[in-house]
Protein backbone atom coordinates (compact mmCIF):
# COMPACT_ATOMS: atom_id res chain seq x y z
CA UNK A 1 0.00 0.00 0.00
CA UNK A 2 0.67 3.37 -0.65
CA UNK A 3 2.65 5.81 2.22
CA UNK A 4 1.16 8.91 2.78
CA UNK A 5 2.96 11.86 4.51
CA UNK A 6 0.43 14.38 5.90
CA UNK A 7 1.30 17.44 7.18
CA UNK A 8 0.83 19.69 9.65
CA UNK A 9 0.54 17.23 12.38
CA UNK A 10 -1.23 19.67 14.68
CA UNK A 11 -1.77 23.39 14.47
CA UNK A 12 -3.47 25.69 16.65
CA UNK A 13 -5.13 28.78 14.58
CA UNK A 14 -7.50 31.76 15.07
CA UNK A 15 -10.82 31.87 14.13
CA UNK A 16 -11.66 33.47 10.88
CA UNK A 17 -8.73 32.37 9.51
CA UNK A 18 -7.21 28.97 7.00
CA UNK A 19 -5.26 26.38 6.59
CA UNK A 20 -4.10 24.02 4.58
CA UNK A 21 -3.63 20.30 5.20
CA UNK A 22 -1.38 18.79 2.73
CA UNK A 23 -1.31 14.85 1.75
CA UNK A 24 1.81 13.46 -0.27
CA UNK A 25 1.15 10.02 -1.20
CA UNK A 26 4.67 8.13 -2.43
CA UNK A 27 2.99 6.41 -5.38
CA UNK A 28 0.20 7.49 -7.23
CA UNK A 29 -3.54 6.64 -5.71
CA UNK A 30 -6.46 6.66 -8.45
CA UNK A 31 -8.75 8.11 -5.61
CA UNK A 32 -7.82 10.53 -2.14
CA UNK A 33 -10.59 11.03 0.82
CA UNK A 34 -10.94 13.40 3.25
CA UNK A 35 -12.16 12.86 6.86
CA UNK A 36 -12.92 14.50 10.19
CA UNK A 37 -12.76 12.95 12.82
CA UNK A 38 -14.42 14.49 15.68
CA UNK A 39 -13.26 14.02 19.37
CA UNK A 40 -13.92 10.60 20.83
CA UNK A 41 -15.77 10.19 17.10
CA UNK A 42 -15.64 7.99 14.33
CA UNK A 43 -14.51 9.71 10.67
CA UNK A 44 -16.68 11.23 8.74
CA UNK A 45 -16.22 11.70 4.95
CA UNK A 46 -16.50 15.34 4.17
CA UNK A 47 -15.25 14.68 0.59
CA UNK A 48 -13.74 12.01 -2.28
CA UNK A 49 -11.34 13.91 -4.52
CA UNK A 50 -10.20 12.74 -8.23
CA UNK A 51 -7.52 14.11 -10.27
CA UNK A 52 -8.71 17.07 -12.83
CA UNK A 53 -12.07 16.71 -11.09
CA UNK A 54 -14.25 18.96 -8.89
CA UNK A 55 -14.35 16.42 -5.57
CA UNK A 56 -17.25 15.41 -4.51
CA UNK A 57 -18.72 16.72 -1.26
CA UNK A 58 -21.19 14.60 1.72
CA UNK A 59 -24.15 16.22 3.11
CA UNK A 60 -23.26 19.05 5.22
CA UNK A 61 -19.89 19.94 3.75
CA UNK A 62 -19.80 22.39 1.13
CA UNK A 63 -16.74 23.93 -1.35
CA UNK A 64 -16.40 27.14 0.26
CA UNK A 65 -16.06 25.98 3.81
CA UNK A 66 -13.62 23.34 2.39
CA UNK A 67 -11.75 23.67 -0.55
CA UNK A 68 -10.04 20.64 -2.15
CA UNK A 69 -7.11 20.60 -4.57
CA UNK A 70 -5.60 17.35 -6.21
CA UNK A 71 -3.37 18.50 -9.09
CA UNK A 72 -2.09 15.04 -9.59
CA UNK A 73 -2.20 11.83 -8.59
CA UNK A 74 0.31 12.11 -5.88
CA UNK A 75 -1.33 14.95 -3.78
CA UNK A 76 -4.12 16.55 -2.80
CA UNK A 77 -4.80 19.20 -0.23
CA UNK A 78 -7.57 20.19 1.95
CA UNK A 79 -8.54 23.96 3.42
CA UNK A 80 -10.60 24.51 6.54
CA UNK A 81 -11.75 27.89 5.59
CA UNK A 82 -12.69 30.97 8.12
CA UNK A 83 -12.61 28.48 10.93
CA UNK A 84 -14.21 28.62 14.04
CA UNK A 85 -13.77 26.75 17.28
CA UNK A 86 -16.61 23.88 15.95
CA UNK A 87 -13.79 23.15 13.41
CA UNK A 88 -11.69 21.85 16.06
CA UNK A 89 -11.25 18.26 15.07
CA UNK A 90 -8.53 15.55 13.21
CA UNK A 91 -9.16 15.81 10.17
CA UNK A 92 -7.07 12.76 7.92
CA UNK A 93 -6.51 12.22 4.36
CA UNK A 94 -7.03 8.35 2.94
CA UNK A 95 -5.76 7.44 -0.50
CA UNK A 96 -5.35 4.42 -2.51
CA UNK A 97 -6.52 2.29 -5.09
CA UNK A 98 -7.05 -1.58 -6.13
CA UNK A 99 -3.57 -2.30 -3.90
CA UNK A 100 -5.07 -0.73 -0.96
CA UNK A 101 -5.76 2.38 0.71
CA UNK A 102 -3.62 4.17 3.69
CA UNK A 103 -4.36 6.95 5.63
CA UNK A 104 -2.67 9.69 6.76
CA UNK A 105 -1.09 10.51 10.50
CA UNK A 106 -3.95 12.83 10.51
CA UNK A 107 -4.01 16.90 11.55
CA UNK A 108 -5.16 17.89 15.17
CA UNK A 109 -6.57 21.50 14.51
CA UNK A 110 -7.75 23.42 17.89
CA UNK A 111 -8.87 26.73 16.87
CA UNK A 112 -9.20 29.09 19.33
CA UNK B 1 -26.47 3.65 2.18
CA UNK B 2 -24.73 1.16 4.28
CA UNK B 3 -24.85 1.46 8.05
CA UNK B 4 -22.14 -0.16 10.25
CA UNK B 5 -22.41 -0.85 13.94
CA UNK B 6 -19.61 -1.55 16.03
CA UNK B 7 -19.73 -2.94 19.94
CA UNK B 8 -19.05 -2.25 22.73
CA UNK B 9 -17.67 0.89 22.71
CA UNK B 10 -15.17 0.19 25.50
CA UNK B 11 -13.37 -2.67 26.19
CA UNK B 12 -11.10 -3.34 29.54
CA UNK B 13 -9.38 -6.87 29.70
CA UNK B 14 -6.80 -8.26 31.99
CA UNK B 15 -3.72 -8.68 29.99
CA UNK B 16 -2.86 -12.22 28.64
CA UNK B 17 -7.05 -12.47 28.14
CA UNK B 18 -8.48 -12.13 24.75
CA UNK B 19 -10.75 -9.40 23.53
CA UNK B 20 -13.52 -9.66 20.76
CA UNK B 21 -15.33 -6.37 19.37
CA UNK B 22 -18.05 -6.92 16.91
CA UNK B 23 -19.37 -5.40 14.14
CA UNK B 24 -22.58 -6.05 11.74
CA UNK B 25 -23.31 -4.03 8.32
CA UNK B 26 -26.43 -4.06 6.70
CA UNK B 27 -25.67 -3.83 2.64
CA UNK B 28 -25.05 -7.11 1.36
CA UNK B 29 -23.13 -5.74 -1.44
CA UNK B 30 -20.27 -4.90 1.16
CA UNK B 31 -17.24 -7.01 0.03
CA UNK B 32 -13.87 -5.83 2.12
CA UNK B 33 -14.23 -5.41 5.64
CA UNK B 34 -10.72 -3.70 7.15
CA UNK B 35 -10.12 -3.27 10.84
CA UNK B 36 -8.46 -0.12 12.01
CA UNK B 37 -5.96 0.52 15.17
CA UNK B 38 -5.87 4.14 16.40
CA UNK B 39 -3.33 5.44 19.10
CA UNK B 40 -3.70 8.71 20.40
CA UNK B 41 -2.55 11.35 18.12
CA UNK B 42 -2.67 9.08 14.86
CA UNK B 43 -4.24 8.12 12.28
CA UNK B 44 -5.58 4.71 11.87
CA UNK B 45 -3.03 2.14 11.02
CA UNK B 46 -5.03 -1.30 9.17
CA UNK B 47 -3.96 -4.02 11.05
CA UNK B 48 -6.26 -7.17 9.57
CA UNK B 49 -8.60 -7.28 6.77
CA UNK B 50 -11.25 -9.71 5.04
CA UNK B 51 -12.61 -10.08 1.98
CA UNK B 52 -16.11 -11.46 1.44
CA UNK B 53 -15.46 -14.50 -0.24
CA UNK B 54 -13.10 -15.71 2.87
CA UNK B 55 -14.68 -16.87 6.68
CA UNK B 56 -12.00 -16.67 8.82
CA UNK B 57 -7.93 -15.00 8.54
CA UNK B 58 -5.61 -14.88 11.33
CA UNK B 59 -1.70 -12.97 11.33
CA UNK B 60 -0.78 -13.92 14.54
CA UNK B 61 -2.29 -12.65 17.85
CA UNK B 62 -5.06 -10.99 15.66
CA UNK B 63 -8.07 -12.94 13.51
CA UNK B 64 -10.59 -11.75 11.71
CA UNK B 65 -14.05 -13.47 11.14
CA UNK B 66 -16.84 -13.04 8.68
CA UNK B 67 -20.24 -14.44 8.61
CA UNK B 68 -22.29 -13.14 5.24
CA UNK B 69 -25.46 -14.65 6.35
CA UNK B 70 -25.99 -12.45 9.16
CA UNK B 71 -23.79 -9.56 7.67
CA UNK B 72 -21.34 -9.57 10.70
CA UNK B 73 -17.78 -9.13 11.36
CA UNK B 74 -15.56 -9.49 14.64
CA UNK B 75 -11.80 -9.25 15.65
CA UNK B 76 -10.30 -11.75 17.88
CA UNK B 77 -6.78 -10.40 19.78
CA UNK B 78 -5.52 -12.79 22.05
CA UNK B 79 -2.81 -12.70 24.60
CA UNK B 80 -3.46 -9.09 24.53
CA UNK B 81 -0.55 -6.72 25.85
CA UNK B 82 -0.23 -3.20 27.19
CA UNK B 83 0.84 -2.20 23.58
CA UNK B 84 -3.08 -3.30 21.99
CA UNK B 85 -4.51 -0.53 24.20
CA UNK B 86 -5.89 1.65 20.94
CA UNK B 87 -9.27 2.95 19.59
CA UNK B 88 -10.40 0.18 17.26
CA UNK B 89 -12.55 0.86 14.34
CA UNK B 90 -14.06 -1.84 11.64
CA UNK B 91 -15.55 -0.65 8.54
CA UNK B 92 -17.30 -2.11 5.36
CA UNK B 93 -16.49 -1.41 2.19
CA UNK B 94 -18.64 -1.19 -1.42
CA UNK B 95 -15.74 -0.16 -4.11
CA UNK B 96 -14.00 2.90 -3.07
CA UNK B 97 -16.47 3.62 -0.38
CA UNK B 98 -15.87 2.69 3.30
CA UNK B 99 -18.57 2.80 5.91
CA UNK B 100 -16.83 3.59 9.30
CA UNK B 101 -18.07 1.90 12.58
CA UNK B 102 -18.00 3.97 15.54
CA UNK B 103 -14.98 2.57 17.99
CA UNK B 104 -13.95 0.73 20.60
CA UNK B 105 -11.58 1.78 23.45
CA UNK B 106 -9.82 -1.17 24.19
CA UNK B 107 -7.82 -1.19 27.38
CA UNK B 108 -5.45 -4.03 28.44
CA UNK B 109 -4.65 -3.54 32.42
CA UNK B 110 -1.34 -4.96 33.34
Known amino acids: SAVISQKPSRDICQRGTSLTIQCQVDSQVTMMFWYRQQPGQSLTLIAT?????????ESGFVIDKFPISRPNLTFSTLTVSNMSPEDSSIYLC?????????FGSGTRLTVV | GENVEQHPSTLSVQEGDSAVIKCTYSDSASNYFPWYKQELGKGPQLIIDIRSNVGEKKDQRIAVTLNKTAKHFSLHITETQPEDSAVYFCAASIGNQFYFGTGTSLTVIP
Open chain 1, 49 to 57: ANQGSEATY
Open chain 1, 94 to 102: RGGGLSGYT
